[in-house]
């Protein structure tokens, strides 16, 4: 397997996350078990923050399948991170309808106000900016992903907003940072306008 110089020695599921790992692979027939793999590689990362080979070995075991089969699938979905990273995972889009809707001004404010290029972490820990691909909220983009949460119809003046109000520890609203509702048509609703509904025949 590959290696980095962050990795650790061993690795344990804590006694909350092995529970929840009995409880995926339980979910499969018997002798199917290995299709619990993502799963439990999800629930290694949100454990550690990221995914090491040690947890790859680990995971292998509980499965019954050969580390290497864990490590492909690891490294195959850019959803797992084989290296350690902040305690925000600011991930920005820019794919094409992102970057024809500015992602450039999302990137470069999010350079600005972490410090930091892509694939690097700040040196209090606390943000790793990466570049990825479509995260599949086209419909609001430019969109950057933070942890779990989606922050969509950023400029620059809002993505430095978002990861300023990250920075004092406040948790900012996650979803369209211009006041728009959903995915809404940006000049307003065209459909369903009206708020009263014919429930009953006249
Ligand atoms: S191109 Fe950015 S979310 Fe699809």
């Given at each position: 397997m590959s290696s980095n110089s962050h990795e650790p020695e061993s690795f344990a599921f804590n006694a909350e996350m092995l529970e929840k790992a009995k409880g995926y692979i339980a979910r499969y027939p018997a002798g199917?078990?290995?299709?619990?793999v993502m799963p439990l590689l999800d629930l290694a990362q949100r454990q550690e923050g990221w995914v090491s080979r040690a947890?790859?070995?680990v995971i292998a075991e509980m499965l019954d399948m050969a580390p290497i089969r864990v490590e492909e699938v690891a490294t195959f979905y850019t959803m797992y991170n084989r290296k350690p990273v902040g305690k925000f995972h600011v991930q920005v889009c820019t794919n094409l309808p992102c970057m024809l809707r500015g992602s450039d001004d999302v990137v470069a404010a999010a350079k600005a106000a972490l410090g930091v290029g892509f694939g690097e972490m700040t040196s209090d820990g606390l943000f790793t900016l990466s570049?990825?691909?479509?995260?599949?909220?086209?419909?609001?983009?430019p969109m950057m992903q933070i942890n779990d949460d989606y922050y969509e119809d950023l400029d620059a003046g809002s993505t430095k907003t978002v990861l300023d109000a990250l920075k004092r520890g406040e948790t900012p609203k996650p979803g369209p940072q211009n006041g728009r509702q959903f995915s809404c048509a940006a000049g307003g609703p065209s459909t369903l306008t009206e708020l009263t509904f014919q429930t009953e025949k006249a």
């Open positions: 199917r078990q290995q299709s619990a947890a790859m070995e570049e990825v691909e479509c995260l599949g909220a086209c419909v609001n983009a």
